[in-house]
Each structure stands twice: as structure tokens, then as C-alpha cells.
Nanobody, 120 residues
Framework: QVQLVESGGGLVQAGGSLRLSCAAS???????MGWFRQAPGKEREFVAA????????RYADSVKGRFTISRDNAKNTMYLQMNSLKPEDTAVYYC??????????????WGQGTQVTVTS
């Protein structure tokens, strides 16, 4: 079992930046990890993912060029640097961990989420 805890959310004006962190309760260096988000009234959607070694990443088209996913396996922590934020990025952001198969591993563990609100 892996417990994931997100942090770093908050309120920011459009054009601003935030950095989300996802801390795992134990070693996650063999896991694919990802970020998802869910806006009010909408389904949860994929944001970004990173392979177990950090060498491969993928992003939703809506965040490409603005968001950067990274991980520090020595700290069992994953990050999401979010720049040029837009009001439509407002959502609860969740981190998730899955198997080692890239990029198709299902996500088995989920955090509780952190709120990101972007004002215009």
C-alpha cells in the first residue's frame, strides 16, 4: 500500500505559477506516477505522467508547454510545476501511482487532492 499526499495548491491570479508536490509514504521508484484534475461538474481528467525513472513524460494537450512534471525518487516525491495558469486550470489536483509499465500502467493509488484556484 502506498499513501500519497498532495500539497502546494492555492489561490493564484491568471498568469501566475504554482508548484504541486506529491509525497509518497514509501519508495515509489518502480511506479509510473501521474497528475489528474477534476473541476466542478466535470469528470476527472489526465494532466501529466512520468515514468518510473523519470526519463519519459507525457502531458494533456491543454497543459503542454505550461506544466512540467518531475520526480525525485530519493525523496519519494513527485512535482508539478504549473506556469502561465489560466482560470480553466481551476480544479482539485490529484496525484496517482501505478505499475511500472509505461505508459499503460493502471493507477492503483491516489491522493486526497489539493485545490488550485486561478482567478481572472
Amino acid at each position: 500500500q502506498v499513501q500519497l499526499v498532495e500539497s502546494g495548491g492555492g489561490l493564484v491570479q491568471a498568469g501566475g505559477s504554482l508548484r504541486l508536490s506529491c509525497a509518497a509514504s514509501r519508495r515509489t521508484s518502480s511506479y509510473t506516477m501521474g497528475w489528474f484534475r477534476q473541476a466542478p461538474g466535470k469528470e476527472r481528467e489526465f494532466v501529466a505522467a512520468i515514468s518510473w525513472g523519470g526519463t519519459s513524460t507525457r502531458y494533456a494537450d491543454s497543459v503542454k508547454g505550461r506544466f512540467t512534471i518531475s520526480r525525485d525518487n530519493a525523496k519519494n516525491t513527485m512535482y508539478l510545476q504549473m506556469n502561465s495558469l489560466k482560470p480553466e486550470d481551476t480544479a482539485v489536483y490529484y496525484c496517482a501511482a501505478g505499475g511500472s509499465a509505461w505508459p499503460t500502467a493502471p493507477y492503483d493509488y491516489w491522493g486526497q487532492g489539493t485545490q488550485v484556484t486561478v482567478t481572472s
